[in-house]
C-alpha cells in the first residue's frame, strides 16, 4: 500500500510528501527528490501491518487476499501472545524467548492454542469459542474461492476483535519493558540490513497497533476502527508527516548505497 512521508532533512517550507510502497516488512530505504537518503522504521508490529495491507486490499476489491493478509495477521499475533507474556513475566532477551518458544509456535494451530488457552489463565475467564469464520479463509486458501466483499470484511472484523480481546487481557501487565525491548531488535535488524544509514523512525494509523501495542498511536491519529480506516483508505495514500530520527544524522557519511 502507499504510504507517504515527508524528508526530515527538506526543509519544512518545502513541504513534499515522498510516496513509499509497503508492505509487511518494517524496514524500507528511502530517497527523496533532493537526494537525501535514510531507513525509513515503521513502529508498527508485523501482523498489524499485514492487517493494514489486508484492508488497503480489500479497499481496492481484492477480497481473496484481503482474506489471506487478515488471516495470516491473526495467527502471527497468535505466535506472538505467548512470548509477550513471557517477557511480562520475566522479562529476557526476545531472541531467547522465541527461541524457547519456537516448538509451541511452530505451527498456526499450536500458536492458536497457546494463545488462547494464555487468555483463560490470564483472564480466569473461559477460553474464547472460535467462531466459523476460518470457512471462509480456508474457502480462499484451498479452493481459490474469491470471498464476496462483505465475508472479507466480517473476517477483518472478526479478527480485529479477537485481537482487541487478547490484548485487553494483557494490558494491565507491564508491558513497557517489552515494547522496549521489541524497539531495539528493530533498530539492531536496520543496523544489519542497512549499514550505517541513518534511521528515522514513523508509525501510521494502523488499526491493530491503535487497540493498545502503540501507547499514544490512537491520540495521534484518532482513528481506532476498521469503518475509520477504510474510509482513510479509499481517499488515498497514508500521508504523514509525524517522523523521528532514532539514530545519529550523518546524511554526508552514509557508506553503503541504499
Ligand atoms: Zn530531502
Known amino acids: 500500500?502507499?504510504?507517504?512521508?515527508?524528508?526530515?532533512?527538506?526543509?519544512?517550507?518545502?513541504?513534499?510528501?515522498?510516496?513509499?510502497?509497503?508492505?509487511?516488512?518494517?524496514?524500507?530505504?528511502v530517497r527523496c527528490a533532493q537526494?537525501?537518503?535514510?531507513?525509513?522504521?515503521?513502529?508498527?508490529?508485523p501482523y498489524s501491518l499485514l492487517f493494514e495491507r489486508g484492508l488497503s486490499r480489500l479497499v481496492a476489491g481484492d477480497t481473496r487476499d484481503a482474506v489471506l493478509d487478515a488471516y495470516t495477521s491473526f495467527e502471527m499475533f497468535c505466535a506472538e501472545y505467548p512470548i509477550r507474556l513471557r517477557h511480562a513475566a520475566a522479562p529476557a532477551a526476545l531472541a531467547t524467548i522465541r527461541h524457547d518458544f519456537r516448538?509451541?509456535?511452530?505451527?498456526?494451530?499450536?500458536?492458536?492454542?497457546?494463545?488462547?488457552a494464555s487468555y483463560g489463565m490470564i483472564t480466569h475467564r473461559a477460553v474464547r469459542s472460535l467462531p466459523k469464520l476460518t470457512e471462509i479463509r480456508n474457502r480462499a486458501t484451498h479452493g481459490g474461492v474469491r470471498p464476496s466483499y462483505e465475508e472479507a470484511l466480517k473476517l477483518c472484523r472478526w479478527v480485529s476483535s479477537e485481537l482487541e480481546a487478547l490484548n485487553e487481557a494483557i494490558s494491565p501487565l507491564q508491558h513497557g519493558a517489552y515494547l522496549a525491548a521489541e524497539r531495539l531488535d528493530r533498530l539492531?535488524?536496520?543496523?544489519?540490513?542497512?549499514?550505517?544509514?541513518?534511521?528515522?523512525?514513523?508509525?501510521?494509523?494502523?488499526?491493530?497497533?491503535?487497540?493498545?501495542?502503540?501507547?499514544?498511536?490512537?491520540?495521534?491519529f484518532g482513528r481506532t476502527s476498521i469503518d475509520d480506516q477504510l474510509e482513510a483508505l479509499?481517499?488515498?495514500?497514508?500521508?504523514?508527516?509525524?517522523?523521528?530520527?532514532?539514530?545519529?544524522?550523518?546524511?554526508?557519511?552514509?557508506?553503503?548505497?541504499?
Not at 516448538?103 to 494463545?115: G, I, M, N, P
Request: proline share 8%.
Open 234 to 258: 479509499k481517499r488515498g495514500p497514508v500521508e504523514s508527516f509525524w517522523v523521528q530520527p532514532v539514530m545519529p544524522i550523518k546524511i554526508m557519511a552514509v557508506e553503503k548505497s541504499l
Open 103 to 116: 516448538e509451541v509456535t511452530k505451527t498456526s494451530d499450536r500458536a492458536l492454542a497457546v494463545a488462547y
Open 1 to 29: 500500500m502507499e504510504f507517504r512521508y515527508h524528508c526530515l532533512w527538506c526543509p519544512p517550507s518545502e513541504l513534499v510528501l515522498h510516496p513509499v510502497f509497503i508492505g509487511a516488512d518494517r524496514a524500507y530505504p
Open 35 to 45: 537526494g537525501h537518503q535514510a531507513v525509513l522504521l515503521l513502529g508498527n508490529a
Open 188 to 220: 539492531a535488524e536496520c543496523s544489519e540490513r542497512f549499514g550505517a544509514a541513518p534511521v528515522v523512525e514513523q508509525s501510521f494509523n494502523s488499526v491493530l497497533d491503535a487497540y493498545g501495542w502503540l501507547p499514544g498511536l490512537t491520540g495521534v
